[in-house]
């Protein structure tokens, strides 16, 4: 999914076999690549310790923040920021 912004986001599933991670992309509506790491060497590779992480990688492919596990929609916001200066970014709802 690229957005007017310049922000690509891509998934990367660990572990799961293209059936299981397609009808799990269906089933919830995702608009974005989901891509698999059928052994887990890129896991391995980024030094994934839980399950999901999450890394904000900015256009120069410089790492800029992360969080490892669940990540709450303030850390999703901030990693956002750090990736995108200048573009405002809040949880919704709240």
Do not use: C, N
């Not at 891509?10 to 799961?16: I, N, P, Q, R, T």
């Not at 904000?56 to 916001?77: E, F, K, S, Y």
């Amino acid at each position: 999914m690229l957005f007017r912004s310049g922000l690509q986001v891509l998934a990367v599933d660990v572990a799961e076999d293209a059936t299981t991670v397609g009808a799990w992309a269906r089933r919830t509506g995702a608009t974005f690549p989901v891509l698999l790491d059928l052994d887990g060497g890129a896991a391995k590779a980024w030094e994934v310790a839980a399950y999901p992480s999450h890394f904000w990688i900015d256009a120069a492919g410089v790492v800029r923040d992360a969080v490892q596990g669940a990540a709450t929609a303030d850390l999703m916001a901030h990693g956002l920021a750090q990736v995108l200066p200048g573009v405002q970014a809040a949880p919704s709802g709240g």
